[in-house]
């Protein structure tokens, strides 16, 4: 009786109406999908039989998305003048991944102290997942790959290339290593700093729910002819409910308490 009075009550008011049309929460959002399996032109080759497309990953060569390049700390051996140039030369998508896993299956890749980024809108999302693989390639003990988030808004570092060198950039090392380590520290949320040897890991991180700036890095610390390489990139998430249907959420279930008490 008390549920259908307030029910009766709620028509009166005319909310009733305005939760009726709420949506319900979905659950498990793909929100970013990368495997870069669409590629197919690999024109160059470093090191020797191991085909690689250089460059920022893109759509119009095969990529689900567009992502970004960047150079995050000093590179241990510049090979051209032009900083965004020898920004292009140490990232990429290659052909064989290595690794054990069939060949061809093309993976992201980076070397040298620079890496690949790509961007998410998580406004109206929550419970945000990213899941990816990784392996590194020839590395040593001081070589690492490194993984991190930032919600700053990077769009004004990066120009008509999508590549930005946040070593000399003067937001952010100015030119200076310790500045650019210091400016990873101060402004990135870092998900993984390791060296797994030669075998596939996958890895999972939370990220944040409803900004509207998460920029997502892969780059390898150090790494001068030793590179990292990713896979298989998923970030999901939950639609955060409307308010409205929150509290028909709640109705639903004071009206099974109810038929509960009455049982």
Known sequence: MKNSYLMRALVGTGLLLSFSSAQATVSGTELF???FNGYTHFPDE?????PINFGVPSISEG???????????TPDGAINND??????????????PGGGRPSPDPVGRA?????????????????????FDWRMFSAASTDKIVVGYSTMDLDPFFGPERVADFLNDPAAGNGDQISAENWWANNWTELLRD???NGWTTSNFALPSDSPHVWVAFWIDNGDADFTKIDNIWVSGDVIPEPASLILM??????VAGRRRNA
């Open 83 to 96: 900083p965004i140039q020898d920004i292009l030369l140490d990232i990429g998508v290659q052909k064989i």
């Open 46 to 50: 470093f090191p020797t039989n191991d």
């Open 33 to 35: 999908h990368e495997d």
């Open 111 to 131: 070397g040298d102290d620079a890496g690949i980024l790509f961007k998410l809108d998580t406004t109206g999302f929550e419970n945000i997942s990213l899941s």
């Open 63 to 73: 990529g689900d998305n567009d992502w970004y390049g960047a150079r995050f700390e």
């Open 250 to 255: 709640g109705l639903g279930a004071v009206a």
């Open 195 to 197: 060296n797994n040897g």
